[in-house]
């Protein structure tokens, strides 16, 4: 198989095979609630559905154009996103005391999952015009001083998930970039710090933080979240008790077909489902960044290591909250949580990243077929060489007898 071909055909089948999971498991976890609500059994898979369908057709179309187009237009997507973020803290839909959404008619958006694209976009276009950072002070002009606006503007909605997601992407983008491990080190150092006092200042993410390192001595308060989703998972077992026999989203797992649906998973497919589910998400981080190592192009090896990042990162955070191995942080999982910007968002970047391995495919048998019609050429220029040297050595002869005569 040619190279890069292999690498992105496992991409698109990991990605559809998400989002036909995620599809499955918002309907299980969904159906009940949505019946008992407003009698519409299919009302939240019917909206899933035409969120994947719109994510797939700019899947689509981003893997038919070309990623270059978007480094000239890296600027503008950012400084829209950034007016986005500005817009939703003033106009935007208030849910669960965050404001995170902006509700234009019938639709809602999420502002910050654009952000984190169009972010990610300007730092790799950045990155690939300039050389890695190898201080903390070269780091932060400009990428540390944009990404730390961002991460602000996140706070303030607040949604440290997100916060945490792009600094993780960040991170992937800068690796290979080749900064140096000791800059690394020093700004993940910094990074905790800051993350642990915007945590400690702010009370509910306080709560949070505490009741992650013993959720069971509030399990009724702060900490039942985190003990339903263990229980959940807990009571699947190694294969589970069946697709829509779970009982923990009926009311016991709260935002169980958003950033808790793992659990419903775990307790419905059991331990089979939840690491089938993991090795999918290895499979894409596998492929994605044999895409970017393989890339010759700077901007597109950084723009494919950004995004399996900020997939595989993503679904790091999420997985590692609902076991309880990490505080929670209010993110979904990509391609399989119920949330029309995060499945539409995520789709459209992994059109990119599908670009820049078939780009790299084409640039490759471009290359195999240049050098084949050079070695052709070559082996005939041989070939009517050796025919000629017999006729020359002839003619050589018959000069020499001719001039002893």
Request: aromatic letters at 8%; a positive charge; glycine letters at 12%.
């Amino acid at each position: 198989m040619k190279k890069g071909v292999f690498e992105q055909q496992l991409l698109l089948l990991i990605t559809l095979a998400l989002v036909a999971f995620g599809l499955v498991m918002v309907f299980s976890a969904t159906s009940g609630q949505a019946t008992l609500g407003n009698g519409d059994a299919l009302y939240y898979l019917r909206k899933q559905g035409l969120y994947a369908l719109v994510g797939v057709v700019l899947l689509v179309l981003a893997r038919r154009a070309s990623y270059r187009s978007l480094r000239p237009i890296a600027p503008t997507l950012l400084v829209v996103s950034l007016g986005l973020l500005l817009a939703v803290l003033a106009i935007g839909a208030e849910v669960n005391g965050a404001k995170r959404w902006l509700q234009i008619g019938p639709a809602v958006f999420q502002p910050s999952e654009l952000a984190k694209l169009a972010l990610l976009i300007w730092v790799a276009a950045y990155m690939s015009r300039h050389p890695a950072p190898r201080t903390l002070a070269e780091l932060f002009k400009p990428v540390g001083l944009v990404t730390g606006v961002f991460c602000v503007l996140f706070l303030v909605e607040p949604d440290l998930g997100t916060a945490i997601t792009v600094l993780l992407m960040i991170s992937g983008i800068l690796v290979v970039s080749g900064a140096p491990a000791r800059l690394l080190t020093s700004a993940g150092g910094l990074v905790i710090a800051l993350v642990l006092a915007a945590a400690w200042f702010e009370p509910y993410r306080r709560a949070r933080l505490l009741s992650f390192l013993n959720p069971w001595d509030d399990p009724q308060g702060t900490g039942y979240q985190t003990v339903q989703a263990m229980l959940g998972l807990g009571s699947g077992g190694i294969l589970g008790t069946g697709l829509g026999e779970g009982v923990g989203k009926n009311f016991y797992l709260p935002e169980a077909h958003t950033d808790m649906i793992f659990a419903v998973v775990g307790e419905e497919l059991g331990l089979v489902g939840t690491t089938a589910l993991i090795a999918a998400y290895a499979g894409f981080a596998y492929a994605g960044f044999r895409v970017a190592l393989a890339c010759k192009d700077p901007f597109g090896k950084r723009l494919a290591a950004g995004v399996t990042t900020l997939v595989c990162g993503q679904a790091l955070i999420n997985i590692a909250a609902v076991m309880g191995v990490a505080p929670l942080t209010g993110i979904t999982l990509p391609f399989v949580s119920y949330g029309g910007s995060s499945l539409v968002v995520g789709l459209a970047g992994v059109g990119i990243l599908l670009n820049i391995a078939g780009d790299h495919g084409r640039a490759t048998r471009t290359r195999v077929s240049d050098r084949s019609r050079r070695n052709s050429r070559a082996r005939a220029a041989g070939d009517r060489s050796r025919r000629s040297a017999p006729r020359a050595r002839r003619q050589r002869d018959v000069r020499r007898v001719a001039g002893s005569r």
